[in-house]
């Protein structure tokens, strides 16, 4: 009804402004009555639809007036979670159970791909601004899945029991941002306590760290100068110049010592 009586009204005045142009000196009256009544319509429109604008009607001033986005819409889909304070309760709770069971979350994966040859690295990340992309990787499909080092079930997900080394994502799955914050938070723990680290395993020789080896034995002194003889057997027979002598003396006599 309104689009309706505002296409009346446009037609009106296009009625009306054609209409003065040619007979605006004989037909006075008729015109007035013309605008007078386009200007009642108008008014009806603004009083039953105040939000309606001449937007509404003209495709070019509707991208100049569109309203601001809200705070909700520009809120990415990474903080939609009422986990994101305490994320390692999501995996208790019964959503959880319901959803994945006693299976890790990148069980059930598995990435569409063109041909019958799979990437040999997953994507870069799933979610680009307010933007997610088709077929997201285990994290980023669920957004109360959030990596933390203190989320330690979910962190035991993504290593190996046998070997306690963290899976490749080109098996779970996992986009590349998320695989590092999975490193991350993963030596974090680690560091923290909160996961178990294998050591590895070091053969301890008593000889390695003991002080009767000879490398690490006392030098013994040379036989030279056990009998009183020089290191050098030419160093005894070298006598400085006299002349070179007393010029290095008379330079340097400010610095020599008394008995010199």
Not at 131 to 143: A, H, L, Q, V, Y
Request: hydrophobic share 30%; aromatic share 10%; glycine share 6%.
């Amino acid at each position: 009804m309104l689009f309706y009586t505002g296409c009346r009204l446009l037609f009106v005045v296009a009625i009306g402004q054609s209409f003065a142009c040619k007979h605006l000196n004989q037909h006075e009256g008729l015109f007035t009555r013309f605008v007078l009544q386009g200007i009642r319509d108008w008014k009806l429109i603004s009083s039953a639809a105040p939000g309606l604008k001449f937007r509404a009607l003209s495709s070019s001033s509707s991208s100049s007036s569109s309203s601001p986005p809200s705070a909700e819409n520009t809120e990415s889909p990474e903080t939609l979670s009422r986990y994101a304070d305490r994320p390692w309760e999501y995996l208790e709770s019964e959503e959880y159970i319901e959803r994945y069971g006693s299976k890790p979350v990148w069980a059930n994966y598995r990435r569409n791909h063109k041909g019958g040859v799979p990437p040999q690295q997953t994507r870069k990340t799933c979610i680009r601004g307010d933007k997610i992309c088709g077929n997201p990787c285990p994290i980023c499909r669920d957004p109360n899945i959030i990596v933390h080092y203190k989320n330690v079930n979910l962190l035991q997900q993504f290593i190996s029991p046998q070997t306690g080394i963290v899976h490749d994502p080109t098996r779970t799955g996992v986009c590349m941002k998320q695989q590092k914050l999975l490193n991350k938070a993963i030596e974090t723990a680690r560091d923290c306590g909160l996961l178990a680290v294998q050591l590895p395993h070091v053969d301890y020789s008593k000889e390695d760290y003991s002080n009767t080896h000879g490398a690490v034995a006392p030098t013994p002194a040379p036989v030279s100068l056990r009998s009183g003889e020089l290191w050098y057997s030419w160093y005894g027979s070298i006598k400085p110049d006299e002349r070179e002598l007393a010029r290095v003396k008379r330079i340097y006599k400010d610095y020599l010592k008394p008995d010199v």
